[in-house]
Protein backbone atom coordinates (compact mmCIF):
# COMPACT_ATOMS: atom_id res chain seq x y z
CA UNK A 1 0.00 0.00 0.00
CA UNK A 2 2.81 2.27 0.68
CA UNK A 3 3.79 2.06 -2.76
CA UNK A 4 0.67 3.31 -4.24
CA UNK A 5 0.97 5.97 -1.87
CA UNK A 6 4.38 7.44 -2.61
CA UNK A 7 3.03 6.83 -6.29
CA UNK A 8 0.52 8.60 -6.09
CA UNK A 9 2.55 11.63 -4.18
CA UNK A 10 5.21 11.64 -6.80
CA UNK A 11 2.24 12.30 -9.22
CA UNK A 12 0.68 15.28 -7.68
CA UNK A 13 4.10 16.59 -7.34
CA UNK A 14 4.84 16.16 -11.41
CA UNK A 15 0.93 17.42 -11.76
CA UNK A 16 2.19 20.53 -9.67
CA UNK A 17 5.27 20.91 -10.95
CA UNK A 18 4.22 21.00 -14.44
CA UNK A 19 1.34 23.37 -13.42
CA UNK A 20 3.84 26.48 -12.93
CA UNK A 21 3.86 26.20 -16.88
CA UNK A 22 -0.47 26.55 -17.29
CA UNK A 23 -1.63 30.35 -17.57
CA UNK A 24 -4.54 29.26 -15.00
CA UNK A 25 -4.39 27.64 -11.77
CA UNK A 26 -5.09 23.68 -11.29
CA UNK A 27 -6.39 22.02 -8.21
CA UNK A 28 -5.65 18.47 -7.42
CA UNK A 29 -8.02 16.87 -4.82
CA UNK A 30 -8.13 13.49 -3.86
CA UNK A 31 -11.18 11.90 -2.42
CA UNK A 32 -10.80 7.92 -1.31
CA UNK A 33 -10.83 5.52 1.18
CA UNK A 34 -9.69 2.37 2.52
CA UNK A 35 -12.43 -0.09 3.26
CA UNK A 36 -11.55 -2.85 5.78
CA UNK A 37 -12.82 -6.22 4.86
CA UNK A 38 -13.94 -8.04 7.72
CA UNK A 39 -12.72 -12.19 7.49
CA UNK A 40 -15.69 -13.73 6.18
CA UNK A 41 -15.91 -17.29 6.72
CA UNK A 42 -17.88 -19.31 3.87
CA UNK A 43 -19.69 -23.37 4.16
CA UNK A 44 -19.77 -25.43 1.38
CA UNK A 45 -21.60 -28.81 1.11
CA UNK A 46 -19.78 -31.95 -0.24
CA UNK A 47 -22.14 -31.07 -3.73
CA UNK A 48 -20.13 -27.43 -3.97
CA UNK A 49 -23.20 -25.76 -2.91
CA UNK A 50 -22.52 -22.65 -0.71
CA UNK A 51 -24.49 -22.68 2.44
CA UNK A 52 -26.43 -19.57 2.15
CA UNK A 53 -25.71 -16.75 4.78
CA UNK A 54 -29.58 -16.28 5.98
CA UNK A 55 -30.43 -20.16 6.72
CA UNK A 56 -29.29 -22.59 9.05
CA UNK A 57 -27.34 -25.22 7.66
CA UNK A 58 -28.59 -28.86 7.04
CA UNK A 59 -27.42 -32.07 7.20
CA UNK A 60 -29.47 -35.03 6.52
CA UNK A 61 -28.64 -38.58 6.97
CA UNK A 62 -30.09 -42.00 5.83
CA UNK A 63 -29.00 -44.50 8.37
CA UNK A 64 -29.15 -48.64 6.98
CA UNK A 65 -31.08 -51.28 8.09
CA UNK A 66 -28.25 -53.34 9.39
CA UNK A 67 -26.77 -54.29 13.11
CA UNK A 68 -23.72 -51.89 12.75
CA UNK A 69 -23.40 -48.78 10.00
CA UNK A 70 -21.27 -45.80 10.24
CA UNK A 71 -22.84 -42.84 7.81
CA UNK A 72 -20.66 -39.73 6.99
CA UNK A 73 -21.23 -36.37 5.91
CA UNK A 74 -19.12 -33.62 5.46
CA UNK A 75 -18.93 -29.92 4.68
CA UNK A 76 -15.64 -27.52 3.34
CA UNK A 77 -14.95 -23.50 4.91
CA UNK A 78 -13.17 -20.89 2.57
CA UNK A 79 -12.54 -17.74 4.29
CA UNK A 80 -11.83 -14.65 2.85
CA UNK A 81 -9.86 -11.34 3.76
CA UNK A 82 -8.28 -8.47 3.46
CA UNK A 83 -6.49 -7.50 6.69
CA UNK A 84 -3.31 -5.45 7.01
CA UNK A 85 -1.16 -7.38 9.24
CA UNK A 86 -1.17 -11.15 9.34
CA UNK A 87 -2.64 -12.35 12.45
CA UNK A 88 -4.86 -15.60 13.36
CA UNK A 89 -8.29 -16.92 14.65
CA UNK A 90 -9.97 -20.18 15.48
CA UNK A 91 -12.79 -21.32 14.04
CA UNK A 92 -14.21 -23.46 16.74
CA UNK A 93 -17.29 -26.72 16.50
CA UNK A 94 -19.71 -27.64 19.28
CA UNK A 95 -21.72 -30.97 19.09
CA UNK A 96 -24.58 -32.43 20.48
CA UNK A 97 -25.40 -35.70 19.36
CA UNK A 98 -28.30 -36.77 16.96
CA UNK A 99 -30.99 -37.93 19.62
CA UNK A 100 -34.65 -38.95 18.94
CA UNK A 101 -35.11 -39.02 22.99
CA UNK A 102 -33.41 -39.31 26.19
CA UNK A 103 -33.27 -43.33 25.43
CA UNK A 104 -31.94 -43.03 21.50
CA UNK A 105 -28.72 -41.42 21.17
CA UNK A 106 -26.92 -42.34 18.40
CA UNK A 107 -23.01 -42.02 18.45
CA UNK A 108 -21.74 -38.57 16.99
CA UNK A 109 -18.39 -37.33 16.55
CA UNK A 110 -16.62 -34.91 14.05
CA UNK A 111 -13.56 -35.66 12.31
CA UNK A 112 -11.35 -31.79 11.27
CA UNK A 113 -9.29 -32.29 8.33
CA UNK A 114 -7.14 -29.55 6.64
CA UNK A 115 -4.05 -29.32 3.57
CA UNK A 116 -3.68 -25.20 4.59
CA UNK A 117 -0.23 -24.99 5.77
CA UNK A 118 -1.90 -21.84 7.76
CA UNK A 119 -4.09 -23.54 9.27
CA UNK A 120 -4.26 -26.54 12.38
CA UNK A 121 -6.01 -28.71 14.02
CA UNK A 122 -6.87 -28.02 17.71
CA UNK A 123 -8.10 -30.18 20.50
CA UNK A 124 -10.00 -31.94 17.49
CA UNK A 125 -12.71 -29.49 17.26
CA UNK A 126 -10.86 -26.23 16.16
CA UNK A 127 -9.41 -25.25 13.07
CA UNK A 128 -6.48 -22.67 14.16
CA UNK A 129 -5.91 -20.03 11.36
CA UNK A 130 -3.27 -17.80 9.88
CA UNK A 131 -4.57 -14.92 7.85
CA UNK A 132 -1.93 -13.44 5.40
CA UNK A 133 -1.86 -9.69 4.72
CA UNK A 134 -3.52 -8.09 1.57
CA UNK A 135 -6.39 -9.39 -0.12
CA UNK A 136 -7.43 -13.35 0.02
CA UNK A 137 -10.26 -14.37 -2.00
CA UNK A 138 -11.84 -18.41 -1.06
CA UNK A 139 -8.84 -20.01 0.35
CA UNK A 140 -9.39 -23.37 1.59
CA UNK A 141 -9.47 -23.91 5.60
CA UNK A 142 -10.43 -27.31 6.06
CA UNK A 143 -12.56 -30.02 6.02
CA UNK A 144 -15.48 -30.81 8.99
CA UNK A 145 -17.31 -34.34 9.01
CA UNK A 146 -20.18 -35.24 10.73
CA UNK A 147 -19.61 -39.12 11.94
CA UNK A 148 -22.63 -41.06 13.46
CA UNK A 149 -22.12 -44.61 13.89
CA UNK A 150 -23.83 -47.68 15.68
CA UNK A 151 -22.53 -50.88 16.89
CA UNK A 152 -24.04 -54.31 16.77
CA UNK A 153 -25.24 -54.14 20.76
CA UNK A 154 -26.99 -50.86 20.34
CA UNK A 155 -30.77 -50.68 19.55
CA UNK A 156 -32.55 -47.15 18.60
CA UNK A 157 -36.13 -46.82 17.81
CA UNK A 158 -37.41 -45.88 14.52
CA UNK A 159 -37.84 -42.15 13.59
CA UNK A 160 -36.79 -38.34 13.42
CA UNK A 161 -33.39 -37.78 15.24
CA UNK A 162 -31.82 -34.01 15.52
CA UNK A 163 -28.82 -32.75 16.65
CA UNK A 164 -26.44 -29.49 16.28
CA UNK A 165 -23.63 -28.27 15.30
CA UNK A 166 -22.67 -24.13 17.02
CA UNK A 167 -19.63 -22.63 15.20
CA UNK A 168 -18.04 -20.19 16.68
CA UNK A 169 -14.98 -17.68 15.38
CA UNK A 170 -12.87 -16.05 17.55
CA UNK A 171 -10.20 -13.34 16.13
CA UNK A 172 -7.07 -13.92 17.93
CA UNK A 173 -5.80 -10.58 16.31
Request: aromatic share 10%; proline share 2%; charged share 15%.
Given at each position: ??????????????????????????????????????????????????????????????????????????????????????????L?????????????I?????????????T??????????????????????????????????????????????????????
Amino acid sequence: MKKYILGFCLLILSVSLGAENLVSNATVSLKASIAVQDISIDMYYENGVKQDEEFDGLLSFEFPATDTWQVEQSVYFTYSSNVATTSRGVLSFTISPLKKNDGNILNTSIKLESENVMTSIRDGNSFNIGFLTGPQTKVAIGKLTVVVSKTSSQVFSSGLYSGSITLTFTNEA
